[in-house]
């Protein structure tokens, strides 16, 4: 039977054409959701460090954890290529670590790829890690795992020298046999610049309308997560307000003796 999956083959065949539509998810039913309305990616991002496990960055969240939601996102996808972000300390320590590593994301857990922050540092380990087959979806510009040594959420390569230490890196990873490129907060101009110059492709998350595709996470564009508002998020729907309302009401009417009716009982 024909494979309709999303390979990086078929991603790279739309740069120029169609932009790429990607989405985080962490759960089966929520990557149902996002593989029925046809994103072409489906990212477990380490980001369920804060949306879906409440911790202040993404540092603490572990393998397992990252593999029990890979898992569930996986079975929740038919056609989306499920990517699943490497999570802090999984890949830094050892070239050796970090391929054992993602050989679990994509045995035990279902995924078709993994996506690992950093510039030229990590070409060695890409390449080690496609000529395991494994696809690799690289991350520059802002660095969620390097908050700490950035000093806060911050847009990166403003200046003349950072952009073009960015573009040399995006280039380098490319060589190294990475199959798209997530550029994180960086000015559009850069982001245009990058994919320009990129035969990969790009996708963006604040990183301006000129990459081949873009990014968001899924609370982000729900509405569900007040926490943080970066000014690129869209909200499509306002969902922790009418979560909020829904759970208020479900409360009111027990306490009132409306729920469950006759029409709910057996
Ligand atoms: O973890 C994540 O959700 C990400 C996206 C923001 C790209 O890395």
Redesign the pocket.
């Known amino acids: 039977m024909m494979s309709s999956k999303w390979t990086p083959q078929r991603l790279n065949a739309l740069k120029g054409v169609t932009r790429i539509s990607a989405l985080?998810a962490y759960d089966y039913s929520i990557a149902r959701l996002v593989d029925q309305a046809g994103m072409q990616v489906v990212?477990v991002?380490?980001?369920l460090a804060m949306t879906m496990l409440g911790y202040d960055d993404?540092l603490p969240v572990t393998m397992e954890e990252m593999l029990h939601h890979t898992r569930a996102v996986s079975r929740g996808v038919k056609e989306a290529m499920v990517v699943a972000?490497m999570p802090f300390m999984s890949y830094q320590v050892s070239d050796d670590t970090a391929v054992e590593n993602a050989f679990r994301f994509m045995k035990d857990a279902g995924a078709d790829a993994v996506?690992i922050e950093g510039g030229a540092h990590r070409c060695d380990l890409v390449v080690r890690l496609a000529e395991n087959g494994i696809p690799v979806m690289g991350?520059l510009g802002l660095l969620?795992q390097n908050v700490k040594a950035m000093g806060g959420y911050k847009v990166q390569a403003r200046n003349e020298d950072d952009a073009d230490a960015l573009l040399a890196d995006a280039i380098a990873l490319q060589d190294a046999g990475v199959f798209a490129l997530?550029l994180?907060g960086i000015p559009s101009e850069i982001g245009a610049r990058v994919t320009e110059a990129l035969s990969i492709p790009t996708i963006g998350?604040g990183a301006g309308p000129g990459c081949d595709g873009q990014?968001l996470?899924i609370h982000d564009l729900l509405g569900m997560f007040p926490d943080l508002a970066p000014k690129f998020v869209k909200q499509y729907a306002q969902l922790g307000v009418q979560i909020s309302d829904a759970l208020t009401t479900y409360r009111k009417e027990v306490e009132g003796g409306q729920f469950p009716s006759d029409e709910q009982s057996y």
């Open positions: 985080t990212l991002g380490d980001s993404t972000d996506k991350h969620p997530v994180e998350i990014i996470v």
